[in-house]
């Protein structure tokens, strides 16, 4: 998973020595099996996908998880258990485990690749169907929530200050128009509730995600418009309510402004939401439309955005003001 330099790789071989100490420590659940510690991922979970060897032949330390491909060493282990932001980070916390003293500083090698993190953490969710997260959209009255860029994690790490908790988390893959996973898009939920955790940031952003979106469903063809707007429980509100058309989260309102419509796409819905930054955002988007040929139109919601309107309002009546603006057929901005 990574390139380490020698000082990472002396640590990784001096984890190996120590292996199975290793995995008791980051990994609690799993257990001796033969000349391996099995466990079932490498979050901790209880299972039989992640093996690490012990012991010879081979070398010890290095681990594969068999149902997502990945694999790695210890060093590569301890980073992700504790969610270490950089491999000085990580290293430092090896060398406390191993009672070294603290690592010197590293060059760009440390450098973290958030992209690729949030590549890993979206292989190792599972599809929103049936669980908690889904359980979370409907009670925001999302009956069209079940979308291959959403997912769930069940204890997803959140870290507030030097304190790490695992909280179950709705997770999207926010992506370009060529469907590459370039970030995502976490909200910790309350475990007992279908509500967003009590936490001081419930929702975080890991990767790439300004100007690029969480997609709901195909383009039949580019006669057809595309939605967007700023956040997914938005943006599924109408999907809800006019669930033939295709839509895009871009997650805030900076990235709305920066939204690229897709190749061929002639027609753009823009729902922003009701507040000064919302409105920048909207013009922004629409202006650039129209040096791009894309004929927009801009929504506002009554309330504070278009969840806000589908709970006060309905699905129907959202529906029956919504619903024409995706036959509409012509040229240049409009405003509803």
């Given amino acids: 998973m990574y390139n380490h330099p020698s000082p990472a790789a002396a640590i990784a071989t001096a984890l190996g020595a120590r292996a199975e100490d290793v995995c008791r420590r980051y990994l609690p659940h799993g257990r001796r ?27 010890p330390g290095k681990w594969t998880d068999a149902a997502v491909g990945s694999h790695g060493d210890l060093l590569d282990l301890i980073r992700h258990r504790t969610n270490a932001p950089t491999l000085r980070a990580a290293l430092d916390e090896a060398r406390a485990f191993l009672t070294l003293p603290a690592s010197p500083a590293l060059g760009d090698t440390g450098t973290y690749d958030a992209t690729e993190a949030a590549r890993r953490l979206w292989r190792r969710c599972r ?15 999302l009956a069209r929530c079940r979308f291959p860029t959403l997912r769930f994690h069940p204890e997803l790490r959140y870290r507030e200050g030097s304190s790490v908790r695992r909280l179950p988390a709705l997770v999207a893959a926010v992506t370009g128009d060529d469907g590459a996973v370039q970030g995502v898009h976490r909200t910790w939920l309350d475990p007992s509730r279908p509500t967003k955790a009590d936490v001081a940031s419930p929702r975080k952003a890991l990767g790439r995600v300004y100007g690029l979106a969480v ?3 195909a383009p039949a063809d580019t006669v057809a418009p595309l939605l967007v707007g700023e956040g997914i429980e938005t943006v599924l509100s109408l999907v809800t309510a006019v669930p033939e058309i ?19 796409c002639r027609r753009l819905v823009i729902a922003r939401d009701n507040d000064p930054e919302g409105e920048r955002a909207a013009e922004r988007l629409a202006r650039r439309c129209a040096r791009a040929g894309v004929a927009a139109t801009v929504v506002v919601p009554q309330g504070g955005d278009f ?21 509409f057929s012509g040229v240049g901005e409009k405003r509803a």
């Fill in 127 to 141: 599809p929103v169907d049936g669980t908690h997260a889904e359980a979370y959209l409907r009670a925001r009255g």
């Fill in 246 to 264: 295709t839509a895009a989260a871009a997650l805030s309102a900076g990235s709305l402004g920066s939204f690229a419509p897709p190749p061929g």
């Fill in 33 to 59: 099996q033969g000349r391996y510690w099995v466990a079932g991922d490498l979050d901790g979970a209880r299972g039989r996908s992640l093996f690490v060897r012990l012991d010879g032949p081979g070398v």
């Fill in 307 to 327: 969840n806000d309107d589908l709970a006060s309002l309905g699905a129907v009546v959202l529906a029956a003001r919504l619903g024409p603006l995706f036959r």
């Fill in 215 to 217: 997609r709901f469903g």
